[in-house]
């Protein structure tokens, strides 16, 4: 699929010879519903385009968060290129199966918003609750901080990386039950922890070799 998706913006690709021609709409959306199926670039690039906005402005309403609501589009149209040969013209129109999917990558994005949130909650909760019964309050903050610190170094990480990490660490999943939750291969959740936790401990090395020192 066309890289620059994944970074901000579709490569836009000729589409007279694909999608466009003496047609009206209807026949116009039709053709990128078949090419999108058939695995043709520049018709995803065109659903993008055209459906994007629709997209965005669905998630926006329920997320209100223009940022996070791109983010969606973006995995929305992911996930329909990947998933492209389980759609069938015959069971509705594209736009309602990318609808369709969006609702599902908004639920996600609650979830994982959610999750944040009472991890947020936790860590307050455990410096209030570990500065009172601990003799050395300040060794309790210290460890509440690491906790903190790791928490805001995940949120750096791309997200499928962070993802697969926060279900493994917060929602004590194991790989396997990962990859059942995602529908990734075993293999490809395996190997996201691994790149996300090398990622993670080269950015914390370089936190701490760039923290200034006393003295």
Known sequence: MSTRMMTGGLHRA??????????GDDDRDDRIARGLAQGDE???D???RRWGPLVHTLAA??????RE??????????????????YRSERGSLPAWLTGITCRKVADALTART??????????SGLEHEGATIGEPERALDRILDRIVVTEELARLPRVQRDVLELAYFGDLTQTQIADHTGMPLGTV???ARRGLQRLRHNLDHDAA???TGG
């Open 115 to 124: 999750r944040r949130t009472e991890l947020a909650s936790a860590l307050r």
């Open 42 to 44: 520049r018709c995803l």
């Open 14 to 23: 000729p589409l007279d010879d694909a999608t466009e021609g003496r047609d």
């Open 61 to 66: 309403r329920t997320l209100g968060d223009p």
């Open 190 to 192: 395996k190997s996201h």
């Open 210 to 212: 760039m923290a200034p």
């Open 46 to 48: 065109a659903a993008y």
């Open 69 to 86: 609501a791109e983010d969606v589009t973006q995995q929305v149209f992911v996930a329909a290129w990947r998933g492209r040969a389980t």
